[in-house]
């Protein structure tokens, strides 16, 4: 965890992700990368020179069988408010517009969401979990379907809803070189 901490901080402080006084909402869905950016920035925001504060937010898409409980309680262990958002999403997507490829559709519904729940709780600015490798998938991805070269960003301001997405787990890798080999040959 210190490594990520590490990590993390420059990241923060290369794109200048936090400023003092803000309050910042980790997007978690439960996979690593989000509850590792959650835990992270709430390690980070206790020796940080600019405080700032941690708030989990959570889509619930409606999806049958689905514990929360997990999620709140690492939230209750790391003293981070838990906000739980319900949505329809899940029944929109899967019974009654049945889609065969709901991908596009769901992100944008989750995007739509999250960014609603944000307006409404007074925050402006989201931690996402994406990371570097996240960054290179991206980067393929739209060269092979869209063909264009075209990524996300570290920081986005959205200015249709006034939020700031951050990705503070983003840091690419260190390039270690070799002085003997510093022209050739850089060692990742």
């Excluded at 020179?49 to 209750?76: A, N, R, W």
């Excluded at 899940?90 to 307006?119: D, T």
Aim: charged share 25%.
């Amino acid at each position: 965890m210190r490594q990520i901490v590490s990590q993390m901080r420059r990241c923060v402080e290369d794109y200048r992700m936090i400023e003092s006084g803000d309050r910042v909402a980790v997007g978690v869905s439960g996979g690593k990368d989000s509850v590792v950016t959650l835990a992270a920035l709430a390690k980070l925001r206790e020796f940080y020179p600019k405080h700032f504060t941690v708030e989990c937010v959570t889509l619930d898409m409606g999806t049958p069988g689905m514990d929360f409980s997990p999620i709140q309680e690492l939230c209750q262990r790391l003293e981070v408010p838990f906000h739980l958002i319900p949505s329809q999403i899940h029944q929109v997507i899967f019974e009654h517009r049945k889609e065969k490829n709901p991908c596009s559709l769901c992100a944008k519904m989750r995007r739509g969401a999250i960014h609603n729940a944000l307006q409404d709780l007074g925050i402006t600015k989201i931690a996402l979990g994406h990371h570097w490798d996240d960054a290179i998938e991206t980067f393929f991805m739209s060269l092979i379907f869209e063909g264009r070269l075209n990524c996300f960003q570290p920081v986005t301001y959205l200015d249709r809803t006034g939020i700031t997405q951050i990705r503070p787990i983003y840091t690419p890798p260190r390039v270690r070189c070799e002085a003997r080999w510093r022209a050739t040959v850089c060692l990742w």
